[in-house]
């Protein structure tokens, strides 16, 4: 658009916001008259800002293009101006529960125990969840998600759902704090036969609750026993194909990333002594043989995640409707399959607050757990000052003792630097055959989308380390805040990492 002004139209027809290149605190004024504005976004090209408004009972979705990039950035102050001056959150209470269903229908009235209510944002993961749908309903994925909607009650609302063959995800959160949540997005990655029967895989959910990046991966692994290697090899595929709103690498590219389902580790002990510890509660001593404790701790998968200290029996296997023993058939050892695990770039900004099994459902052969976080949210950020540009060098990088990538014991690695403030993810080249990489020679420019001081001085940096050949497959990761000071008129600034 020509001419010193430039008039966007919002809705309706008779309001409008006038955009001049300084920005002054009237405009901010106009642009809070819009009752809420949700999934604003602005493009990678930072040449668009993609809105969704709401005016009164109607909305608008609204593409806005500009001719340059300060004039979108500017712009995009002025929105997060009006959200910030809201009374928003500084933290939420997040559920998670995993249960794999048995391929059996479940009680209406027995949710409560698994699912209590009050928490801010849920999000419920089911495996084998495929039954005759009940009368009424179309189809078993209907039948199970108008069953937890029903529980959930009207306080709550459906973000998202999600499914591939037998393994289902719902999100909900409270009606009043839908308006914070944007980016919203699924994928799916099958891991059974062929890698295309879905009956194992992952079902990943991401989102944005105001500025935090949340990830949720919901698998069934593959069974039985002696298939350690498979389940590790499914994770991997996960990782390496599962894309959540553009992004590969979902493990490393959301502030907290969440692995939950029946991960199919066992107990690595024959079924009486592990039936023996249960009965005298030395669970310390069972966990000791669990295979996914020393998958972990040898680096072989999940790599950067954690887990709770579990203080529940194990959740598999038991005759369905009984918990007083575990089932004698195919002599299974019982074991904790079913598992819910956390990775963040910065773990200070998360508290698990609670890690259990609710063994009151017993419709299935597994018994449902759930965990429960207390999540710092990241507000919006209105900067002081919007004509200050300036980029960030990182240079001397290295790494040492990395874990093999390759069969030959090495790796070929390269490094990614990542986050959801800068313009580009950047990344180096790949080093052949080594463990221990130096990327001297090279000065990697990361460019932020806003360069205010105070604004940086809140943000942390990823670096992940990748191979080659295995997109997904993390070989380290460093997690760092940008700055504890930050000069206030420098244009580049130089780290050593």
């Not at 955009?19 to 405009?27: A, C, E, G, L, R």
């Not at 959540?244 to 002594?273: C, P």
Request: with cysteine.
């Amino acid at each position: 658009m020509k001419g010193k002004k430039r008039k966007i139209l919002l809705f309706p027809s008779n309001r409008t916001i006038v955009y001049m290149p300084k920005v002054k605190n009237d405009h901010v004024k106009k642009v809070m008259r819009v009752d809420w504005l949700n999934k604003f976004k602005v493009s990678k090209k930072k040449k668009e800002i993609k809105m969704n408004f709401k005016w009164s009972d109607k909305s608008k979705k609204l593409h806005v293009n500009f001719t340059t990039k300060s004039a979108t950035q500017q712009f995009g102050y002025l929105i997060r101006a009006m959200k910030a001056s809201q009374d928003l959150p500084d933290h939420i209470s997040l559920f998670i529960g995993t249960w794999n269903v048995g391929n059996a229908p479940p009680a209406v009235d027995s949710f409560h125990p698994w699912l209590p209510l009050g928490h801010d944002l849920y999000v419920i993961g089911a495996q084998e969840c495929e039954y005759v749908a009940r009368k009424g309903y179309s189809s078993c994925g209907n039948d199970w998600c108008e069953t937890i909607s029903a529980h959930m009650g009207p306080d709550y609302v459906l973000v998202k759902k999600a499914s591939m063959w037998q393994i289902r995800t719902l999100v909900f959160t409270k009606v009043n704090l839908m308006n914070y949540i944007s980016n919203v997005d699924k994928s799916i990655e099958p891991t059974g036969i062929g890698s295309v029967m879905g009956n194992k895989g992952g079902v990943g959910v991401t989102l944005n609750f105001l500025e935090t990046s949340l990830c949720f991966i919901n698998s069934h692994l593959a069974a039985h026993q002696e298939n350690i290697n498979d389940r590790n090899e499914d994770v991997k595929e996960v990782i390496d194909n599962l894309h959540l709103n553009k992004k590969k690498d979902v493990t490393t590219m959301f502030e907290h990333a969440f692995w939950f389902g029946d991960l199919n580790y066992r107990i690595e002990n024959s079924r009486e002594q592990v039936i023996q510890k249960v009965h005298e509660w030395d669970l310390e001593a069972l966990y000791e043989d669990d295979q996914l404790k020393s998958q972990m701790e040898s680096n072989k998968v999940f790599f950067g995640f954690r887990e709770a200290p579990i203080t529940f029996k194990p959740t598999y296997k038991f005759d369905r409707g009984t918990r007083n023993e575990y089932s004698e058939d195919r002599n299974r050892v019982p074991s904790w399959c079913d598992r819910i695990l956390v990775s963040s770039w910065n773990p200070t900004t998360i508290h698990q607050t609670d890690y259990h099994a609710s063994h009151e459902l017993m419709t299935s052969d597994h018994s449902p757990i759930y965990g429960t976080f207390d999540v710092e949210i990241s507000r919006p950020w209105v900067p002081a000052d919007i004509g200050r540009e300036c980029t960030i060098g990182l240079y001397n990088l290295r790494a040492k003792n990395l874990n093999s990538g390759d069969s030959n014991g090495f790796s070929d690695p390269y490094l990614k630097i990542q986050g959801d403030w800068i313009e580009i993810n950047q990344k180096t080249t790949f080093i052949k055959k080594t463990l221990n990489p130096i990327w001297k020679d090279e000065v990697i420019a990361v460019v932020p989308f806003v360069s205010d001081p105070d604004y940086l001085e809140t943000k942390h940096l990823s670096l992940v380390v990748l191979d080659k050949d295995r997109v997904g497959y993390a070989l380290g990761t460093l997690s760092f805040y940008v700055f504890d000071s930050i000069p206030a008129n420098d244009t580049i600034i130089y780290l050593n990492v």
